[in-house]
């Protein structure tokens, strides 16, 4: 692990006005010399399991599984704003969508002048236990927290975007930022994990039914959990005071996670006086990471940053 936290990954640089080229042209390209790895847990041992046995393992897409080191990968923009942002793919808890989701999402961040933590998060079904992934989202926003002046960056600026099941994990962590998920191990502990904003795009939320035919619960909680179990992981139930201002995009016809879920989360904000934005597309399916070009979903990031710049996390619109 060492040298995954010395080591600088070369590449070409950063993309700006091509970070909305295509999924697969970002997940191409290198990594450029500014970004490095930081490992979330000290001496490779994560709390809640031994994880899985052998090297991770990477798809042609650039899907991840087999993750024995959670880690955040780490893009420093040209011109920093001092904004930053902790970056969640999906992948129903099942593999990481990195390549056609959290890749592409953290370039164009990095465009905006955001530095980016690109969150390679552990899975359940590999050995961990059920709550691992939360544990990580956990430390993952402490550590950004801890060394927020190392890298410039304004404390009340923090924010975090989630996909799918991320979307799941960014919500529960800033739902539940104080949460008791794993015992403090140092100083880092001592941080807040709240997020100061939170994006969360064709999310899946709610394990309650009839909405809870998904990956992601089944990953979580099982195939027959019980309305406890369910509702314990359903972010829904948990929004409070301490929720921070959220965004959420959503497409009318999502076959994997029902609207249903964006519905009953803004709901639930609203109840609870959080601020929220939220658009509904009338197509465009899931899993679509920063929308195809031509799509109706291709117009989410450029919302998701007025609403950012409008609320001062980004600057001025």
Not at 41 to 67: I, Y
Not at 192 to 203: C, E, H, T, V
Not at 246 to 268: E, H, T, V
Not at 281 to 308: I, K, R
Request: proline share 8%.
């Amino acid at each position: 692990m060492d040298n995954i936290k010395r080591r600088t990954l070369l590449g070409i640089g950063m993309l700006g006005a091509a970070a909305l080229a295509s999924p697969r042209q970002l997940y191409a390209a290198a990594l450029s010399a500014g970004e490095t790895e930081i490992p979330l847990w000290p001496g490779d041992k994560p709390p809640g399991g031994s994880g899985p046995q052998g090297a991770e393992r990477t798809s042609a897409k650039g899907s991840v599984t087999n993750v024995s080191q959670p880690r955040m990968v780490v893009y420093r923009p040209q011109r920093p704003n001092g904004c930053a942002m902790l970056v969640i793919a999906g992948g129903g808890y099942t593999h990481i969508e990195r390549g056609t989701e959290s890749i592409p999402a953290a370039r164009w961040l990095q465009s905006l002048g955001v530095t980016v933590f690109e969150l390679v998060y552990r899975l359940p079904g590999e050995g961990w236990i059920n709550t691992a992934p939360f544990q990580d989202g956990q430390r993952a926003m402490r550590l950004i927290r801890a060394a927020a002046s190392k890298y410039g960056l304004d404390a009340k600026r923090i924010g975090i975007l989630g996909f799918s099941a991320g979307g799941h994990l960014a919500g529960t962590t800033a739902a539940e930022p104080d949460a008791p998920r794993y015992a403090a191990i140092d100083m880092v502990d001592q941080f807040s994990a709240r997020p100061d904003f939170a994006g969360l795009i064709y999310p899946v939320l709610t394990f309650m039914p009839p909405y809870d035919n998904t990956h992601s619960r089944r990953e979580i909680v099982g195939k027959h959990p019980d309305l406890a179990q369910s509702e314990a992981f359903s972010v829904e139930h948990h929004v409070g005071a301490r929720m921070p201002a959220a965004f959420l995009a959503q497409a009318a016809d999502d076959p994997i996670s029902p609207i249903q879920n964006s519905l009953l989360m803004f709901n639930a904000l609203k109840a609870a006086q959080i601020p929220a934005e939220m658009h509904v597309f009338q197509e465009g399916g899931h899993g679509w990471g920063l929308g195809p070009e031509g799509s109706l979903v291709h117009a989410w990031p450029a919302l998701f940053e007025t609403w950012a710049r409008h609320n001062g996390w980004l600057g001025p619109v």
